[in-house]
């Protein structure tokens, strides 16, 4: 399972099934970095990274999170995938679930938020390794911040959007 070393480092438990939850209403997408809108910029060839790699830097960010923040996340497994949805070729990340702040009595028995980090598209625009992991940790953030309830809005004022 190429997941289970990502998911455990941030649920304790590996997952691999997808959740039934309704994806989050702003995902991350390339086209924030550009200025036009238009997406993810021509960065001349793509940069090379295997997917090893790639699920290596994600988890090098979810260890940056501070253990005290890992400690209130609950029921939410992390994913890689090479590519977003052929409908949303720009995404970045996704949150799907439903936030810490959203669960009440009735939260229990469903299966685990899901948070995914798109290679494809991050590798599409970057030039060097360095803004690789630097955009990285950034979607990782941005995606936890989610399953904290913290929305876009709050995230562009503090630099994660």
């Not at 993810?40 to 260890?63: K, Q, S």
């Not at 253990?67 to 949805?85: C, G, I, W």
């Amino acid at each position: 399972m190429p997941y289970a070393r990502v998911c455990v480092r941030i649920c304790g438990r590996a997952v691999s099934v997808p959740s039934a939850a309704q994806p989050c209403p702003s995902a991350v997408r390339a086209d924030r970095f550009s200025s036009q809108g238009s997406g993810v910029p021509d960065n001349g060839p793509v940069l090379e990274m295997t997917r090893e790699e790639f699920e290596e830097l994600v988890a090098e960010a979810l260890d940056r999170i501070p253990p005290e923040l890992t400690r209130l996340m609950d029921n939410v497994a992390v994913f890689v995938e090479d590519e977003p949805p052929a409908d949303d070729p720009e995404l970045l990340g996704l949150y799907e679930g439903t936030p810490l702040t959203d669960r009440g009595e009735w939260y229990a028995g469903v299966l685990p938020d899901r948070i995914t980090i798109y290679r494809g598209p991050t590798l599409r625009m970057c030039a060097t390794r360095e803004e690789v992991v630097a955009e990285t940790e950034v979607t990782v953030v941005h995606e936890i911040a989610h399953h904290f309830g913290i929305d876009d809005a709050r995230l562009h004022a503090l630099g994660y959007g």
